[in-house]
Each structure stands twice: as structure tokens, then as C-alpha cells.
């Protein structure tokens, strides 16, 4: 069993920046992989990001590379989602997960966190 934590959503306005965390429990956490999806109202749950066990591999979507980055502190049990140059098409829930390896389709993934709102006003 693991427990994920989102926190460090919120409202910014468009070019700003955001750094969401996601804490984890219940396993060690460097034995998973840590993904980053989101979800905007109407819209299917699509992937952010995702980053390998030991954080040497790190994957993103299309719509996030060259803005975000991921990372993951395995001492501290907690992964991170730094996003910058925020646009009102990143408003959404985002939700951390993990898997057994780094994918960027949810099928995969068997742990989710409740999700932190992120809002970005134009």
C-alpha cells in the first residue's frame, strides 16, 4: 500500500510558476516509479510527466517540455513538479502516482494521490 499527498496547487496568473509535491507513504519510495497527470473539467486525464526510480530518467508530455521539470528526493519520500511559464491551458487537478516503471499512460499506474488544484488566470 502506498499513500500520495498532493500539495502546492493554487491560483497564479498566466507566466507564473508553480512547484507541486506529492509525499508519499506506506512503501519505500524509491522501489516506484512517480508520474504527474491532470485533468481539466470535461477533459480526460492526461500525462505530465513521469520520473524513474533512482530520478536518472525523466519523461514529459509534449505540452509541458521546455516549462516543467521533475524531480523526486527519495530521503524525503516526496516527488516534485516545478511548473513555469504557466498558461490558462495548464488549469487543472493534477494527481501524482506510481508505478512499477516510468510510463506516460495511466494503465499503468496503481497508486493516486487526491489531486491539487492548479488555476491559471490569463
Known amino acids: 500500500q502506498v499513500q500520495l499527498v498532493e500539495s502546492g496547487g493554487g491560483l497564479v496568473q498566466a507566466g507564473g510558476s508553480l512547484r507541486l509535491s506529492c509525499a508519499a507513504s506506506?512503501?519505500?519510495?524509491?522501489?516506484?516509479?512517480v508520474g504527474w497527470f491532470r485533468q481539466a473539467p470535461g477533459k480526460e486525464r492526461e500525462f505530465v510527466a513521469a520520473?524513474?526510480?533512482?530520478?536518472?530518467?525523466?519523461y514529459y508530455a509534449d505540452s509541458v517540455k521546455g516549462r516543467s521539470t521533475i524531480s523526486r528526493d527519495n530521503p524525503k519520500n516526496t516527488a516534485y513538479l516545478q511548473m513555469n511559464s504557466l498558461k490558462p491551458e495548464d488549469t487543472a487537478v493534477y494527481y501524482c502516482?506510481?508505478?512499477?516503471?516510468?510510463?506516460?499512460?495511466?494503465?499503468?499506474?496503481?497508486?493516486w494521490g487526491r489531486g491539487t488544484q492548479v488555476t491559471v488566470s490569463s
Open positions: 502516482a506510481t508505478n512499477s516503471v516510468a510510463s506516460t499512460s495511466y494503465k499503468g499506474y496503481d497508486y
Open positions: 506506506g512503501r519505500t519510495f524509491s522501489t516506484y516509479a
Open positions: 520520473i524513474s526510480r533512482s530520478g536518472v530518467a525523466t
